[in-house]
């Protein structure tokens, strides 16, 4: 077993490292406003342009990362808690995709407002986790982590080939949905972020008072109902949770995979897999990995910009291999 | 059941040494069984006994070159296995694994059809000895009634009966099987090895694993028992099979009586031994 | 005197002396019936849409034969197109009843562990990132090779089992999809729209040279699988079977598993990657053939027809959009496999 950290320990040097990777997304861009401009600017002494750029365009950007990597940090918790996998992530088993897809259906319907995206986006990630919990409760299916996967890559496969159906059908979504489609922070309105707080708070307030059960349904489903909790009732209010926590970042920013896979694979590492532990770590590495993969899409091609989608696959895939070549998989 | 037609025991049939030299077996990490020398009695049934691990398995995975060795060699014929093209081993060498497993929705007869391929070649995909072996290797069985039945409908006996047939098709003279009676009941068991005796009484030579000394006793010629990877005792049942090494390979004392019927001995009274274990 | 057991009835035997084949009945019956409903699909196709034209006539079109504007129209347009459909839906559908044999599991094709997108990543680079005088075509084979030999090796230490497998091949084929899209996001936006078809799957004004050298790709890799089959036909048995009846396990899987990587490859230099046929094809045909032996042949045939149906469908069902082929598979193929997997039980052997 490696060597644990205490959890105020760990918690301390993920804040440390989130305050670092924030100055960092402020400080660094793709663009020309270079580093000493861009503390000028955040200290006040810089010209217009540069502290338009730093503190509109940066600053929105540094926000809706912590917002999304909060999100999809504490969904792939509590996605993985309830379904006992360590393999479970809202990109690999499709509850990206029912978000993203149904997106594209609701413009593709005529629906425009932004903030309307954030209800749909949270029925279509409802819509995915509905079919995570059949799969899992099937004999046979639930109990390996594996097909488990297999069956989120094909219903991904499925919504993904209906949504590029729905854009080759009908050119303004695809212009609209271009950049969203493949999951990017950049450029995205300005109110975005209002109307996402609103999803990310009920999300995690649904979620609170779900974490004891989940711990005791850890020790398994019998052993749960002995302790006093409703097995049932717990996995519908962590689905409902981890659907309004995928919706909001889907809705906000695109479907971005991996991080609710990277994000519990750190935390676990560093203090043990109890949900306890790991779910508040995981609200603080979330944001960390996110701005971490944002700030690097942005440097590795200047002058252009990565979609952040890529950088994510770039780090989650060794680790999804990492974690399935393990000696065993570890039982969550 | 009849005798075995000539057939199936004809022609390649001249006896087969197989010995093992040396033999050193392991896997990544622990050496299972080192510098172990052993010859199997041609036109005998060889049974290898002995505690969990010590052993049995993998060295009859060595002898039908499942497994490669770390030293040593196995020779058929006074030629290293392994250096057999494995087409020329299966020829001569029948096997049936413990976890033998076939696809689904194979009957019997298909089954047993695939033991043929070995002697069958591109542009020889089928000749009139190959069917006249698969209708004898049925019979033997005694499966012709259920030749064309799916595998998975048949009770364990009847299906470790296919693939032994299967193994008879082969007509090689050697047949080796890992532990061909677990997990079947008392009748099946008796089944399986009553089979196994008639194949003997042909002419083949045959090693198996087996789990339980008192059928080890009654239906093998020659007991070969191995512990922590090395041979105690070899020879006739009744010579090598007292209370003593029965002591020292399974850590139990016991009384042995004689089989009314076969005069072999049978392992009776069984107690915890007081006396610590090696190892 | 033993009785004599039931003859070979689902087999037909041919003999010559000393020499025999055996033909399976129904496997042979599936065949013809499948080149038939090739050639008629073939025929309608060609024919589909143009005035006056009927299926008869525009076979000897394509044998050319016929007026000058029809002419015109089969050869130059319609056969190239059905022809990269034809070969590449034959190429699918051989290298997924390879891999699903050779990994003893129905879910497993080239498109699932991650071949298709090796391929399509290294042969977007010859477009887009690297610029380079090698064809599309080499590249893809290089990049399906990569993927094929990294999903194997990376599998091999976390144990044999078949799942493990698969989604180390499913992320294999996220980090190639994910560098498809870094060097797209790369690339200039006429060379991104260069390689836009690669990335969907579509056979839509493909390069007939890569269309050629997968035809003769085919040449070779059909009987080369043909001559397989009967080694594949005991690797569907446990290991340890296999071994004793002198199958020389180590080499056939490698053989089989080139094989599959260069029809893959091939493949998906013409159409892109359109995985989902290397699925259903193979089942397809295990189905017809009564779940007889390994149908490399029957699997090659069924994946040529789902190909140029697809294809055909995805032209006409939102005309004058035209819909790509992967697409059309995908949505076919998705549920197909959501389906198999969760009927299966713990048990999967093709």
């Known amino acids: 077993m490696p060597s644990r950290l205490s959890l105020p320990r760990a918690l301390g040097l993920a804040a440390l490292c989130l305050l670092a990777l924030i100055l960092a997304s402020l400080l660094l861009g793709a663009g020309d406003v270079g580093l000493w401009a861009s503390l000028q600017a955040l200290l006040g002494h810089a010209d217009d342009e540069a502290r338009f750029v730093v503190l509109q365009l940066r600053w929105a950007r540094t926000e809706l990362a912590l917002l999304v990597g909060l999100a999809l940090g504490g969904a792939g918790v509590l996605l993985q808690a309830v379904t006992r996998n360590p393999l479970a992530e809202p990109g690999l088993l499709g509850v990206s995709a029912g978000a993203s897809f149904a997106v594209v259906l609701a413009i593709n319907l005529g629906a425009s407002a932004a903030s309307l995206h954030l209800g749909v986006a949270t029925l279509g990630a409802l819509l995915g986790c509905t079919l995570v919990l059949l799969v899992t409760q099937m004999r046979g299916v639930g109990e390996d982590p594996v097909r488990l996967v297999l069956a989120g890559a094909a219903f991904s496969g499925l919504l993904g080939a209906l949504s590029s159906l729905l854009l080759l059908w009908d050119q303004r979504t695809a212009d609209e949905m271009r950049f969203w489609i493949i999951g990017a922070l950049a450029g995205r309105p300005l109110d975005t972020l209002s109307w996402s707080l609103p999803g990310l708070l009920l999300g995690l307030a649904v979620a609170l008072p779900l974490i004891r059960p989940l711990a005791a349904l850890a020790l398994g489903e019998r052993v749960a109902s002995g302790l006093g909790h409703h097995p049932q009732l717990t996995r519908l209010g962590t689905l409902l949770a981890v659907a309004l926590l995928v919706g909001t970042a889907t809705a906000a920013a695109g479907p971005i995979g991996f991080i609710g896979l990277i994000v519990p694979y750190i935390a676990r590492r560093l203090v043990g897999s109890d949900i306890r532990r790991t779910l508040g770590l995981s609200l603080l590495l979330g944001p960390c990995v996110l701005l971490f993969a944002d700030t690097l899409s942005r440097l590795l091609v200047r002058p252009y910009e990565l979609p952040v989608g890529v950088i994510t696959a770039f780090v989650g895939a060794p680790i999804l291999i990492a974690v399935i070549r393990g000696h065993r998989l570890p039982t969550l | ?279 | 005197m033993p009785r004599i057991s039931p003859p070979l009835t689902a087999h037909c035997v041919l003999r010559l002396g000393d020499y025999s084949l055996l033909l399976h009945r129904r496997s042979s019956t599936v065949a013809l019936f499948l080149c038939l409903a090739l050639l008629l699909s073939s025929a309608w196709i060609l024919a589909f849409g143009a005035n006056g034209l009927t299926p008869w006539a525009a076979l000897r079109a394509a044998f050319g034969q016929g007026e000058p504007m029809q002419l015109l129209l089969i050869r130059e347009l319609r056969v190239p197109r059905l022809l990269s459909g034809l070969f590449s839906g034959a190429a699918l559908g051989a290298a997924g009843c390879l891999l699903q044999t050779l990994a003893r599991n129905r879910l497993a094709t080239p498109g699932v562990i991650g071949i298709d997108n090796g391929a399509t990543a290294f042969a977007v680079a010859s477009i887009v990132a690297v610029p380079t005088s090698l064809a599309p075509s080499a590249l893809a084979l290089s990049g399906a090779a990569t993927a094929a030999v990294l999903t194997f090796a990376l599998a091999a230490g976390g144990g044999a089992r078949g799942y493990r497998f698969i989604v180390v091949g499913i992320a294999i084929g996220a980090l190639f999809g994910a560098a498809t899209n870094l060097m797209l996001a790369r690339a200039d936006i006429d060379a991104a729209n260069a390689a836009y078809p690669w990335t969907v799957g579509s056979l839509n004004a493909r390069p007939s040279q890569a269309v050629w050298l997968l035809g003769g790709g085919l040449l070779l890799g059909l009987p080369a699988a043909k001559l397989l089959v009967r080694a594949l036909s005991l690797m569907r048995f446990s290991d340890s079977v296999a071994i004793g009846l002198g199958v020389r396990l180590r080499l056939m899987r490698v053989l089989s598993l080139l094989l599959c990587v260069w029809l893959t490859a091939l493949a998906v230099a013409v159409a892109g990657p359109v995985g989902l046929i290397a699925l259903v094809a193979p089942e397809m045909a295990r189905h017809l053939c009564a779940r007889h032996g390994v149908p490399v042949l029957n699997a090659a045939l069924c994946g040529a027809l789902l190909m140029i149906l697809a294809d055909w469908l995805g032209r006409h069902l939102l005309a004058p959009i035209e819909i790509p082929v992967g697409i059309i598979t995908a949505i076919v193929g998705a549920p197909y496999l959501l389906w198999i997997l969760l009927r299966q039980s713990s048990r999967s052997s093709p």
């Open chain 2, 1 to 279: 059941m009849t005798s075995l037609p000539t057939l199936l025991t004809d022609g390649s049939c001249a006896a087969v040494r197989l010995e093992a030299r040396g033999l050193s077996m392991g896997y990544a990490h622990s050496q299972v069984i080192e510098h172990l020398d052993l010859l199997i009695p041609p036109g005998q049934v060889t049974a290898i006994v002995g505690p969990n691990g010590c052993g049995k398995s993998t060295l009859l995975a060595g002898l039908s070159r499942l497994h490669k060795p770390s030293a040593g060699a196995v020779l058929l014929d006074g030629k290293a296995i392994a250096s057999l093209p494995s087409r020329e081993v299966a020829r001569r060498l029948a096997l049936l694994p413990q976890d033998a497993s076939a696809p689904d929705g194979l009957s019997v007869a298909e089954l047993i059809r695939f033991g043929r391929q070995p002697h069958q070649s591109l542009l020889r995909q089928w000749s009139e000895q190959d069917q006249a072996i698969v209708d004898a290797a049925l019979a033997a069985a005694d499966l012709l009634e259920l030749a064309e039945r799916p595998l998975e409908s048949m009770s364990g006996g009847q299906r470790q009966r296919a693939w032994i047939a299967m193994a008879i098709a082969q007509a090689t003279p050697l047949l080796l099987l890992d532990e061909p009676t677990s997990a079947l009941d008392l009748g099946h068991q008796i089944e399986v090895f009553e089979l196994i005796r008639q194949l003997a009484a042909a002419g083949k030579t045959i090693v198996m694993v087996v789990h339980d000394l008192s059928s080890a006793c009654r239906y093998a010629d020659h007991l070969v028992a191995m512990h922590q990877g090395q041979i105690i005792a070899q020879g006739a049942p009744s010579d090598v099979v007292t209370a003593e090494l029965v002591e020292r390979l399974y850590g139990v004392r016991c009384v042995l009586l004689q089989d009314p019927l076969s005069a072999t001995p049978i392992i009776a009274g069984i107690q915890r031994s007081t006396r610590p274990t090696e190892g």
